[in-house]
């Protein structure tokens, strides 16, 4: 109080700093009465050890970093609205208010049908994921507040610990299956550190009377395949088991890997059909090197033998050959536009996706034309033009995401970014009349590609993770 009163005469630096310190003190101290008074509350706990809120999948919480500390008002239920096919979900945040939580245990029950009609939503529907913390290190392109420690991956379940005045987050999924009826569920997430009195937090699902049935944008995800061997000791190429954990996850969340391909057909054919079973609206079966191959080159005619394949096993078509984007004024329009009539012609089932900096060639045939979506956000079309690209069946618009960059105005995947902007990147190209997006690579895992767009994280025994990113990006898909 003394150092306090305006009155006082002037204080040393040293005093000053234990002032500051002693205010920080004071501010946590007040945070954890704050919690602790919202838990007992909402919870109906006298005097409890630990909080618990429910958050949106979209805000980041974080034990390290200030910038995404939880809110003080704590809510003790979730309620989830989804139709057939999709998942939804949300994070679950423990707060540890005194006392270290030792081993927090984290479970899920059935969702009851309310009034006891049909079956339950399973226990085995919903999974949990323990949202971990990445660091960014200062670099000049970022800001300052951009810095720091930022709540990205997703971790396999497990108990965890949590210390005093910290908060620890999980991810939960509910994934509604076709089968389930419409109508309303109802669960539990039951949360029990060690020693401690569970608290359980209600869980509420409306099921939509309708179904997702496929994804309608097509979201393109090249994985670097040196990175992923380097990362796991692998000498050659890529265990099956890794490839289709790589596979499985990203199409779970709306994005089709390019899958890798070696000389053997049947084995590619198994392959891809690991892919479009999961969902993949579009397998890129070629990524040519060179703006304009030769119509004969063996990659684009082995390309075409098994988009004919994909079609024929009722597919349709889904095989695609992508072309390196031509930079503006380029003089190989002339080419690419005879390329795409040959392409048309034999074999006509291979989708060819090309692109540029600027307009297409007028009389070019080509499936997609991707325009790399730069640091400036594009201008917003004419309504006309939308319609006109939404009702395209050739030739449609896609966007090329470039490296991201923070701070661009620009809804993109960089990791400094908010979670809305990976979210609202679907629906923005929905509004431009843009029918598929190409990423840069979701894999690459060295420092200074954290943030370029690196959706999946490395994990345990060939086990890749997921990211908020990536959920983000899956429920904007939806």
């Known amino acids: 109080e003394k150092r306090l009163d305006p009155k006082a005469g002037a204080l040393a630096a040293a005093e000053l700093e234990a002032a500051q310190r002693d205010l920080a003190t004071l501010a946590d101290e007040s945070r954890r009465v704050q919690w602790q008074a919202a838990a007992a509350r909402v919870f109906g706990i006298p005097d409890p050890g630990f909080a618990v809120s429910v958050a949106p999948p979209g805000h980041r919480v974080s034990a390290r970093n200030p910038a995404f500390a939880p809110s003080a008002q704590l809510t003790g239920s979730c309620e989830l609205a989804a139709a057939a096919g999709e998942a939804e979900s949300f994070q679950v945040v423990v707060i540890a208010l005194w006392e270290r939580l030792a081993a927090v245990d984290v479970a899920v029950s059935d969702l009851l049908p309310v009034g006891g009609q049909g079956p339950p939503l399973p226990a085995s529907a919903v999974t949990v994921a323990l949202v971990d913390e990445v660091q960014v290190r200062p670099r000049a392109e970022l800001a300052p507040e951009e810095t720091g420690w930022i709540p990205d991956p997703l971790l396999p379940p497990r108990p965890f ?6 908060p620890r987050s999980v991810l939960v999924t509910v994934s509604v299956p076709p089968e389930l009826l419409p109508g309303d569920y109802q669960g539990t997430v039951t949360v029990r550190p060690k020693g401690l009195e569970a608290v359980r937090v209600g869980v509420r699902l409306h099921r939509w009377d309708f179904a997702l049935l496929e994804r309608r944008l097509p979201v393109v ?11 796991y000791g692998y000498d050659k190429s890529i265990p099956q088991p890794c490839r289709r954990r790589l596979y499985d996850l990203l199409l ?16 590619d054919l198994d392959e891809l059909r690991f892919c479009l079973e999961r969902g993949a609206g579009l397998v890129v079966l070629h990524e040519a090197a060179e703006p304009v191959p030769q119509a004969r080159d063996a990659n684009v005619v082995r390309a075409g033998h098994v988009a004919k394949k994909i079609a024929d096993a009722g ?3 889904r ?4 072309l390196p984007l031509l930079p503006a004024g380029d003089r190989e329009g002339a080419r690419l536009t005879d390329f795409g009539r040959g392409l048309a012609r034999e074999p006509p089932a291979l989708l060819l996706v090309a692109g540029g900096d600027g307009e297409p060639p007028g009389d070019l045939v080509a499936n997609y034309w991707r325009r790399p979506l730069g640091t400036d956000p594009p201008r917003q079309p004419h309504d006309d033009d939308v319609e006109v690209r939404l009702s395209r069946t050739a030739r449609r618009e896609a966007w090329e995401l470039v490296a991201a960059i923070s701070g661009s105005g620009l809804p993109n995947l960089a990791l400094t970014s908010r979670l809305s902007d990976a979210r609202l990147l679907p629906w923005l190209a929905w509004q431009h009349g843009v029918r598929a997006l190409f990423l840069r690579n979701v894999a690459r895992w060295g420092e200074a590609d954290l943030g370029g767009g690196a959706l999946i994280y490395p994990g345990a025994q060939g086990s890749p993770c997921g990211s908020l990113r990536l959920v983000a990006l899956r429920d904007g898909v939806d």
């Open 161 to 166: 610990d949590v210390e005093p005045g910290a």
């Open 221 to 231: 995800g090249p994985l670097d395949e040196r990175a992923i061997r380097a990362r």
């Open 252 to 267: 779970r969340h709306g994005v089709a890997p390019i899958p890798f391909l070696g000389g053997d057909e049947a084995a």
């Open 315 to 317: 597919w349709g078509r």
């Open 319 to 322: 095989g695609a050959l992508v």
